[in-house]
């Protein structure tokens, strides 16, 4: 038998998953960007608990794929990163406790302003990059100064295309097409790479998402 309908979202490895990626949202943007996050994979989770008590696959899909379109790496995502803990430990296990860090960036606002090659940027950097990790809720506003790149705005634009796109699986879902709404909620997994890979891809991506939601039920 597999888990109730009631059962805590907290529970059980895809619990575990759910909360991890959440807290993981709170950190990128703030507790109701998580909360936004929680609500969606949970409502996956009742309409395939709904249809296959065992089944788990749709909600992982969801809840991983989701993060995914919702955590995109941007100019202050990308400064979280650098700044992590455990980033600096990887530094340290390569080098050593003095290993000096420097990274090399290529923004696309400024490749917009005509810098074609990466600029390297050193450990006298780091409160800039804690200037940008602070500046964090003004993503995606009028007063974000990286809103207007083409690829920012792909990315915030696929993010609630998305939610749509699994409101009509969970409506639709059923124990014969489980597999076919796992797939679908997986589309998002082949967008990535640098700013024109990730363009190209995300297009296709798309394009492949309507057409097999026109086709699903």
Same mark, same amino acid.
């Given at each position: ?14 619990? #575990? ?22 609500? %969606? ?7 395939? #608990? ?87 809720? %003004? ?50 997994? #082949? ?27």
């Amino acid at each position: 038998m597999g888990a109730p309908l009631d059962r805590p979202p907290g529970r059980g490895r895809a619990g #575990q998953l759910i909360e991890r990626l959440a807290a993981d949202l709170v950190d990128y943007q703030s507790a109701s960007y998580a909360t936004r996050f929680r609500d %969606v994979v949970a409502n996956a989770r009742a309409a395939e #608990q709904a249809v296959d008590a065992d089944s788990v696959g749709f909600a992982d899909a969801v809840a991983r794929n989701l993060h995914k379109l919702m955590a995109y790496k941007d100019e202050y995502e990308v400064a979280r990163l650098m700044l992590l803990p455990e980033s600096r430990a990887a530094y340290e296990a390569v080098g050593g406790a003095k290993t000096k860090v420097t990274w090399r960036l290529h923004p696309p606002a400024l490749r917009a302003m005509g810098k074609k090659n990466k600029m390297e940027f050193h450990q006298r950097s780091t409160p800039v990059f804690k200037a940008l990790r602070a500046a964090k809720r %003004v993503r995606g506003t009028v007063a974000d100064p990286f809103r207007w790149a083409k690829v920012r705005r792909i990315e915030r634009a696929m993010i609630p295309e998305y939610i749509k796109a699994l409101a009509t699986l969970t409506t639709k879902l059923t124990a014969d097409n489980l597999a076919d709404a796992t797939s679908i909620a997986a589309l998002p997994d #082949q967008v990535r790479g640098y700013e024109h890979i990730k363009l190209g891809r995300a297009e296709r991506y798309r394009v492949e998402l309507a057409e097999r939601l026109k086709s699903f039920g």
